[in-house]
Structure formats: C-alpha cells, structure tokens
C-alpha cells in the first residue's frame, strides 16, 4: 500500500491515453513536488496542431493554467515516434501544489489524431 501523505523524494510515473483529441484533466496531486519531463506519442499525426501539459488550481479552467514544460508537443510529427520535453526552467511553473490537477490542451482542432498517449514523469517534495 502506498502511503500518498509521505511521498517526499519519490517518483510517480503518469500515464494518459485521452479518447482520441477529447483532452481534458488526468491527474490530481496528492502532495506537492515538481514534474521532471513529458512524453507524447500517437498512431496518426494531426493536420494541425499542438499540445500543452499544464497545472491548473482551484477553480482554473482547463486551457487557463500555467505551462509546466519546455515547449509544446506538435501533434503533426511522425506517428508512433515518442517526443520528449524537459520541465521548464522558471522553478514555480515547474512545481506544483497538492492537489493542483494536470491538464491536456490543444488549442487547435486536432483533425486526424489517433491513439495519443502522454506520460508524465513528478518527483514529490
């Protein structure tokens, strides 16, 4: 059993398979850390295109959060080839809070995307 209020110095994997481009929030911090790198990968490219993994607090909608990596994932690159980005360098947008909540959003019509999959690599504080 895992002990979700003493998780100080761990690490979590995240991983997220949204419905096809239907992003949204997949995860709910149980205690703060700060996130250390990002993985995408799809089935088929989008016509157009990209992704940002963001933290959002109370009460901030989905597309209203802040940026916790380097840069976006461009959906149009080649399918089934895994992307990376590093957590960004401003260390506040890089950390969250508990029970801040981990959101994909895309600001374009991700026509064509299939099968995208995320993972999401924290450390506990």
């Known amino acids: 059993r895992v002990d979700y209020l003493n998780l100080s110095g761990r690490r979590e994997v995240i991983s997220y398979v949204p419905s096809s481009s239907a992003f949204g929030f997949f995860w709910i911090a149980p205690q703060s850390g700060k996130v250390i790198e990002a993985f995408e990968a799809h089935g088929t490219a989008a016509g157009a295109g990209s ?21 976006t994932f461009d959906l149009t690159k080649a399918a089934n080839a895994p992307n990376r980005l590093a957590a960004t360098s401003v260390v506040s947008n890089a950390s969250f809070s508990r029970l801040d909540r981990f959101g994909a959003f895309s600001n374009n019509v991700t026509t064509n995307l299939s099968n995208p999959v995320i993972t999401v690599v924290v450390e506990y504080s």
């Open 51 to 71: 992704l940002k993994i963001e933290k959002a607090g109370t009460a901030v909608a989905l597309g209203g959060g802040t940026s916790m990596f380097s840069g």
